[in-house]
């Protein structure tokens, strides 16, 4: 099993909806939790990060962390075009820094 | 705080050739890591250098190498290009490895 695992998509949302995307771990991983936006072209950009267990919300973006079934959850509200990229999903252990293969959002107007 | 800067942004080489990477951390990091992302294999960890010593290291052949020097500013090389070398090669600084990375804007390598 790969550290960190994603669907990788693709995903498709319409304007405005909720853009939900998962990400489960190995026992290799096991302390801190990052999503990163990557759009074409470009450099990951870190969005979030998470370290306990529950919820983290920062404007649109709501991350999800759930160490007993492993598992990471990132939610964007009120998807917009913009919003649009390849979300790395990633996350520490051993003194290393795994990351998942993305999944890429289209959100179509 | 200045973003982490990688030089040179774009390069073409040919097979056999080798090439130098360069890549400047935010200030005051010490810890710099190294990514090679491509459309098939996604982002995969080369190494990363904490205070000039190499601390981890990915599953990539040893034409792969990197230092960091004392002010932290870290160099890739790799030698005797490959057609499959052809990627996006990502540095990123933080504090420590295992905590939040910040990526530079990357050197696009293509092998001719």
């Known amino acids: 099993q790969k550290e960190v695992e994603q669907n990788s998509g693709p995903l498709s949302v319409p304007e405005g909806a909720i853009a939900s995307l998962n990400c489960t771990y190995s026992d290799r991983v096991s302390q801190s939790f990052f999503w990163y936006r990557q759009y074409s072209g470009k450099s990951p950009e870190l969005i979030m990060s998470i370290y306990s267990n529950g919820d983290k919300e920062d404007g649109r973006f709501t991350a999800q962390l759930n160490k007993a079934s492993q598992y990471v959850s990132l939610l964007i509200r009120d998807s917009q075009p913009s919003d649009s990229a390849t979300y790395l999903c990633a996350g520490t252990g051993a003194n290393n820094l795994f990351f998942g293969t993305g999944t890429r959002l289209t959100v179509i107007p | 705080k200045a973003g982490v800067t990688q030089t040179p942004r774009y390069l073409i080489k040919t097979r056999g050739q080798q090439v130098t990477l360069s890549c400047s951390p935010i200030s005051g990091h010490r810890s710099v890591s190294w990514y090679q992302q491509t459309p098939g294999q996604g982002l995969q960890f080369l190494f990363e250098y904490f205070s000039e010593t190499q601390r981890n290291k990915g599953n990539f052949p040893g034409r792969f190498s990197g230092r960091q020097f004392s002010n932290s500013r870290s160099e890739m090389n790799v030698s005797t290009l490959e057609l499959g070398d052809s990627a996006l090669y990502l540095c990123?600084?933080?504090?420590?490895?295992?905590?939040?990375?910040?990526f530079g804007p990357g050197t696009r390598l293509t092998v001719l």
């Open positions: 990123a600084s933080g504090d420590y490895a295992a905590d939040t990375q910040y």
